[in-house]
């Protein structure tokens, strides 16, 4: 759009022209305005100085906004990455998890690995072997393990909502066991985990 020839003091005021009320220049802007005229040797007050004063705000105004503008997208942009960094970090862990859990039941060696960093506690692989096999440790720690698991007065859960078995009746898997889905069969391990540890004081007492 071409600009106007005509001098400013001879074109109407655009505020009046969209119906709007005149803005005024506040006195540091008018001391502003004044100061100029004199430096241009203009007499004051003058449309010329007011109008270059006025524009002034309007710049300032248009960089503020621009500045609050940018502000708020790098606070945006910031929680993005944020957001972003959080589900990489949880996905991560996830995967970690999965390495950790071995999918038929137990833990895997990075995941004993994993639990003797984490809780200090170094665990060992389940007794799979035959009763006949076995030393006396290794009776008792099974012993242990199937009447700790599946002996206790009220049973966790053995199937989830979809009848697959939850991770605590795959648990029997680790130890050689076949996994129960009734607490019927988890009775049975934990009957035969008393008779291992019945064997194994049996042992002990003979020396």
């Known amino acids: 759009m071409a600009k106007s020839s005509r001098a400013p003091w001879k074109r109407q005021n655009p505020r009046k022209r969209a119906g709007k009320a005149s803005k005024h220049l506040s006195p540091a802007q008018k001391s502003a305005a004044k ?5 241009a040797g203009r007499r004051y007050p003058n449309l010329v100085d007011n109008m270059r004063m006025a524009a002034k705000k309007t710049s300032k105004s248009k960089s503020k906004a621009k500045s609050s503008k940018a502000k708020k997208s790098t606070k945006k942009s910031a929680k993005k990455t944020r957001k972003r960094t ?8 996830r995967r970690a998890s999965a390495k950790e859990k ?3 039941g137990g833990l895997t060696a990075a995941g004993r690995k994993a639990f003797a960093r984490k809780q200090g506690a170094h665990l060992r692989p ?4 035959k009763a006949s096999e076995m030393t006396p440790q290794e009776m008792r720690r099974k012993g242990s393990w199937a009447v700790r698991f599946y002996g206790r007065a009220k049973l966790p859960p053995l199937v989830d909502a979809k009848g697959q078995p939850t991770r605590h009746a795959l648990s029997a898997h680790a ?10 069969a988890a009775r049975r391990i934990a009957a035969k985990g008393e008779r291992l ?11």
């Open 35 to 39: 100061a100029r005229a004199r430096r």
């Open 102 to 104: 071995d999918p038929r």
């Open 197 to 207: 540890l019945a064997r194994y004081r049996r042992t002990k007492a003979r020396g």
């Open 126 to 129: 389940g007794v799979t072997k």
């Open 86 to 93: 959080a589900k990489t970090a949880a996905k991560a862990k």
């Open 175 to 184: 130890w050689g066991e076949p996994v129960p889905r009734t607490v019927a």
